[in-house]
């Protein structure tokens, strides 16, 4: 659970869920009812701290109004160590659509 900015706003209790494999998705909506699909964290090819970003957004009714629906969003992501006291691990991800409308998350854990 981290904190999602998008064009128009944020998301302060934003989930993103990342698998063992690197499927990425959410459950929770941003922007209206826009959610994350067919997502993936692809490690880089160097074995550094880089990783691909490549999810969709479905087109749902409020989403398509804010125009991220339908769209899909290409990016990057790297951990670092966390800041926060208790907390190892730092989550950045940003993610743009061809049109350039944007995303970007922070968690930690």
């Known amino acids: 659970q981290g904190n999602l ?16 494999t690197g499927v990425l998705s959410s459950l929770v909506s941003f922007s209206g009812d826009c959610h994350f699909s067919q997502g993936a964290l692809t490690p880089s090819f160097d074995g550094t701290n880089l990783y691909k970003l490549t999810a969709n957004i479905p087109n749902a009714t409020y989403c398509t109004q804010s ?4 769209k899909a969003l290409t990016g990057a992501a790297f951990i670092s160590t ?3 006291a208790g907390k190892t691990q730092r989550l950045y991800l ?7 409308r944007g995303i970007s998350f922070k968690a930690d854990r």
């Open 94 to 100: 940003v993610g743009v659509t061809s049109d350039g």
């Open 67 to 70: 125009n991220f629906g339908g």
């Open 82 to 84: 966390s800041p926060v």
């Open 5 to 20: 900015s998008f064009g128009s706003g944020s998301n302060g209790a934003f989930t993103i869920n990342i698998s063992s």
